[in-house]
């Protein structure tokens, strides 16, 4: 058993030990701690953090994996934020949630807060009998409170891989979604469903009745808000072409959180564990150029080198906020928790952790 009320170490000790030291640390602490702990790498991490995962993947599926590892009283998730708060939501009561930097955020999730949504949702009910024709679809890429006003709202989650199926049960249900926080996700899936795009607006938080008319309102089917994942914002239709152009008959794949100008123009448009598959997958000597963040491509580059794989922008696109779980910050969580300090736990309060739980739970439903 680990013990408990000793003295938290300080994360300045740990910022200027060399990378050699600290991967030697991380693994004693591992290897000290056992069974008590499981460590959680998203795609998206960087090498010298995902070489101690125990699992890695996309958020979700790394949440889940967690949860049904029950014996694991102790969850490290190299993740960002609203990952740590899924985990925490999906998991067992013996288990405690941990996420090595507080800072590790996402600029998409942040683009819509709790307070913008229920405004929203109040202007809508001026408009429309809103409990009725509305429906509320949040990607999972979102605070642990919109989920739960999902839940609250006979809405749902959903994720870049069944985003498609989870509008179809909106729309099974209620006439129309407000989708957020992200538009492109949604726009992209209501694209390859025929959605006219006069039946589709987006919602701009920051203005009355998110930039509308009732009018419009009255006839959209889809509200897309208006939010976007600042990495795959970056990518353009001249880097398709670029590519096709250098590089004759290859292939292009990106994710769906892109621009349509960009989906539009991919051969293959799916989530991370798409990507990763189809590239892994591909006969030997095919060419790739992959539209997603920068540590998974460079990861995909070397793991894969019967293919050739490119990063499909010129410009670094790598996720910042993710980028702050380093070395650092992971020896000071583990070796903190050997010693039984619990540093940067993540606590979903109770109710809300009640109401985001429905609306994962429907969605794994439909999944």
Not at 245 to 257: A, D, F, L, S
Not at 300 to 306: A, F, G, I, P, W
Request: aromatic fraction near 8%; glycine fraction near 6%.
């Amino acid at each position: 058993m680990i013990a408990a009320e000793v003295r938290e170490l300080p994360i300045s000790d740990y910022q200027d030990l060399s990378q050699d030291e600290l991967q030697e640390r991380i693994t004693a602490a591992k290897r000290m701690l056992g069974d008590n702990v499981l460590i959680l790498g998203h795609n998206y991490q960087r090498d010298e953090v995902i070489i101690h995962a125990d699992l890695r993947g996309d958020s979700l599926l790394l949440s889940k994996l967690a949860a049904e590892r029950s014996t694991y009283p102790y969850v490290v998730f190299c993740g960002v934020h609203f990952m740590a708060e899924t985990a925490d939501v999906l998991s067992q009561s013996n288990q405690t949630v941990i996420l090595p930097d507080l800072a590790a955020g996402c600029s998409m999730a942040d683009m819509a807060a709790i307070e913008q949504v229920d405004q929203c949702w109040d202007e809508l009910g001026r408009v429309l009998a809103v409990e009725e024709e509305v429906t509320p679809a949040v990607y999972v890429n979102s605070a642990a409170d919109l989920k739960a006003f999902c839940g609250e709202h006979g809405g749902i989650t959903c994720t870049s891989s069944n985003a498609r199926a989870v509008m179809e049960w909106c729309w099974a249900r209620r006439e129309k979604i407000l989708f957020f926080p992200d538009e492109h996700l949604g726009r992209n899936m209501a694209n390859t469903m025929g959605i006219p795009r006069e039946q589709m607006i987006v919602w701009d938080p920051f203005l009355p009745y998110g930039g509308n008319t009732r009018d419009t309102i009255q006839q959209a089917r889809l509200i897309l808000w208006k939010g976007h994942c600042s990495v795959h914002q970056m990518f353009q239709p001249t880097h398709i072409q670029y590519f096709r152009k250098t590089y004759p008959g290859i292939q292009v794949i990106v994710h769906p959180e892109c621009h349509e100008d960009v989906v539009n123009q991919a051969d293959v448009v799916g989530s991370t564990e798409l990507i990763i598959r189809t590239v892994s997958q591909a006969p030997a000597g095919t060419s790739w150029t992959v539209g997603t963040e920068l540590n998974l491509v460079n990861r995909l580059k070397h793991e894969q080198t019967d293919k050739q794989v490119f990063f499909l922008s010129p410009t670094v696109c790598r996720c910042a906020t993710m980028f702050r779980i380093d070395a650092a910050h992971l020896c000071w969580a583990m070796e903190n928790l050997a010693q039984g300090q619990v540093v940067n736990q993540i606590r979903v309060p109770a109710d809300e952790k009640a109401l985001a739980k429905v609306a994962l739970d429907r969605m794994m439903a439909i999944s």
